[in-house]
């Protein structure tokens, strides 16, 4: 009986220190990856990486922080050239089980959401940046006429 509570209670601090330690490795990843980055207002992120692109300055801005918030990280410290497959993904596996940033599942949801309530048919799984995903979910809210004027 003895035994098994020692063994049950060496479980149970593995997985504690476990997830301690997993929680440390993800956050010092998110600032690595964005804690290095100049804190930059949507407003600036809008003129200095979308002013060419053909859709208002406000739907491009409510889209941007719409992406943020999902991915929980400062929507000033994004970048458009940000990938999914290495600065946006998880330090690990068990980051989903931390509850740490960037939460690519939210933003996955959040995208196929829009995709479901758009007429304009397209593949997310062809997205390689936010900044793919930042101009299709933008083009889209306009010609389904929920974008704004500039």
């Avoid at 504690?16 to 330690?21: E, G, L, Q, T, Y």
């Avoid at 809008?46 to 491009?60: E, G, I, P, Q």
Wanted: hydrophobic content about 40%.
């Amino acid at each position: 009986m003895e035994l098994g509570i020692l063994v049950g209670a060496w479980v149970l601090a593995f997985i504690v220190i476990s997830n301690v330690r997993t929680r440390i490795l993800v956050r010092r990843k998110v600032r690595e990856v964005f804690g290095s980055r100049d804190d930059l207002s949507t407003t600036d992120i809008v003129a200095t990486y979308y002013h060419d692109f053909d859709c208002s300055k406000l739907t491009v801005a409510k889209t941007w922080e719409q992406c943020a918030a999902r991915l929980k990280v400062p929507a000033g410290r994004l970048r458009p050239g940000d990938r999914f497959d290495r600065e946006l993904k998880s330090a690990t596996i068990w980051a989903a089980f931390a509850g740490d940033p960037p939460d690519l599942e939210s933003l996955s949801r959040f995208a196929s959401r829009a995709a479901r309530k758009s007429t304009q048919r397209r593949d997310l799984k062809t997205m390689k940046t936010l900044d793919d995903l930042v101009r299709d979910l933008a083009k889209n809210a306009e010609l389904d006429g929920g974008g704004s004027d500039n």
